[in-house]
């Protein structure tokens, strides 16, 4: 089935680092790539939709500065926590949409395995 | 906007038996999509089940069956025959459709399946 693979896994900076994630889509085109963050115990917050070739769309309160992404191929997405601080530590996912699906009912997103992200 | 509201923080069953997990949600949409996902402790997201709002037929997917009552706006995840292995966070997540491929989380229910 379809895979999506995110690296790396797990992260301890320093403040101030910048910290790039990537997202792959392994054996389908993503048109449409999603970056979730999620809080210990919480549901999953959509912080950004990525689109192949333009510019991502932020939710509400996300500060695209902060988080960079950057979506430059069908079968790739990053995103890069600028100058990281304690206060952006946090497990962050991401999903791909296989853009052979028309329908999102017949098949919505698949994740990846997520980033745990620790800054000191 | 829609919302998700699953009222049941944690929850546990005894191994081989049944429990049922509940989900409601909001929305003005007519045709739209539900699922449910499980998040086990390796983290990954995996689909358990999907339903479309234009069906009537409840989904099933094997061990897993939904009861979606459009009118009440109610989703509930019924697992059958728990094994250990269903230990997991479970999410209900919705897609207003129309061209979005969004989905709106609700917070999760703690399954805990106990020997």
């Known amino acids: 089935g379809a895979v999506v693979s995110q690296h790396p896994s797990r992260v301890i900076c320093k403040s101030g680092t910048s910290v790039k994630i990537e997202c792959r889509s392994l054996?389908?085109?993503?048109?449409?790539m999603f970056w979730y963050r999620q809080f210990p115990k919480k549901s999953l917050m959509l912080m950004a939709t990525?689109?192949?070739?333009?510019?991502?769309?932020?939710e509400q309160g996300v500060e695209k500065d902060k988080f960079l992404i950057n979506h430059a191929s069908l079968t790739l997405s990053t995103l890069t926590v600028t100058s990281a601080h304690p206060e952006d530590s946090s497990f962050y996912i991401c999903?791909?949409?296989?853009?052979?699906?028309?329908?999102?009912?017949?098949?919505?997103?698949?994740f990846g395995d997520g980033t745990r992200l620790s800054i000191l | 906007a829609q919302t998700v509201t699953q009222s049941q923080p944690e929850m546990s069953v005894q191994e081989a038996e049944t429990v049922t997990l509940s989900c409601t949600y909001d929305t003005s949409e007519n045709n739209y999509y539900l699922f449910w996902y499980k998040q086990p402790p390796s983290r990954q997201m995996i689909l358990v089940i999907r339903?479309?709002?234009?069906?009537?037929q409840n989904a099933t997917e094997n061990r897993f069956s939904v009861n979606f009552q459009k009118a009440a706006k109610s989703f509930s995840l019924k697992i059958s025959d728990s094994p250990l292995g269903d230990t997991a966070m479970y999410f209900c997540?919705?897609?207003?459709?129309?061209?979005?491929?969004?989905?709106?989380f609700g917070k999760g229910t703690k399954l805990s399946v106990i020997p």
């Open positions: 990525s689109n192949e070739g333009s510019k991502a769309t932020y």
């Open positions: 054996d389908f085109q993503a048109t449409t």
């Open positions: 339903q479309e709002a234009y069906k009537q």
């Open positions: 999903s791909a949409r296989d853009a052979s699906r028309g329908n999102i009912g017949n098949q919505p997103q698949h």
């Open positions: 997540a919705f897609n207003a459709g129309a061209g979005s491929y969004q989905l709106t």
